[in-house]
Nanobody
Framework: QVQLVESGGGSVQPGGSLTLSCAAS????????MAWYRQTPGNERELVAR???????TYADTVKGRFAISANFASKASWLLMNRLKSEDTAVYYC?????????WGQGTQVTVSS
């Protein structure tokens, strides 16, 4: 059974930084993409950043220049470095790892940006 386990969420003041981690276990296959999404109450889950096995990264406009995604496809782990955090970055963050036919979600980790 494939599981994605996230860590690194928490509370931080505006302007601060956090790094989220996500590691997969129980996956006998390779992933093609690793991504991070976030969701706030009453809203749909939105893509924050995605990293492909070809080394291509994409970001939501709202986080460009502040967040950086990295991934190790051999060890099946991903990280999201979040800098210059703003109150509007407050959300539950989810990692998502995908093959060509399936995708898997982490359990979510809360990030709260508040003074």
């Amino acid at each position: 059974q494939v599981q994605l386990v996230e860590s690194g969420g928490g509370s931080v003041q505006p302007g601060g930084s956090l790094t989220l981690s996500c590691a997969a276990s129980g996956a006998p296959f390779s992933f093609l993409t690793m991504a991070w999404y976030r969701q706030t109450p009453g809203n749909e889950r939105e893509l924050v950043a995605r990293f492909t096995h070809l080394g291509i990264s994409t970001y939501a406009d709202t986080v460009k220049g502040r967040f950086a995604i990295s991934a190790n496809f051999a060890s099946k782990a991903s990280w999201l470095l979040m800098n210059r955090l703003k109150s509007e970055d407050t959300a539950v963050y989810y990692c998502n790892f995908a093959t060509d036919s399936r995708d898997f979600w982490g359990q979510g980790t809360q990030v709260t940006v508040s003074s």
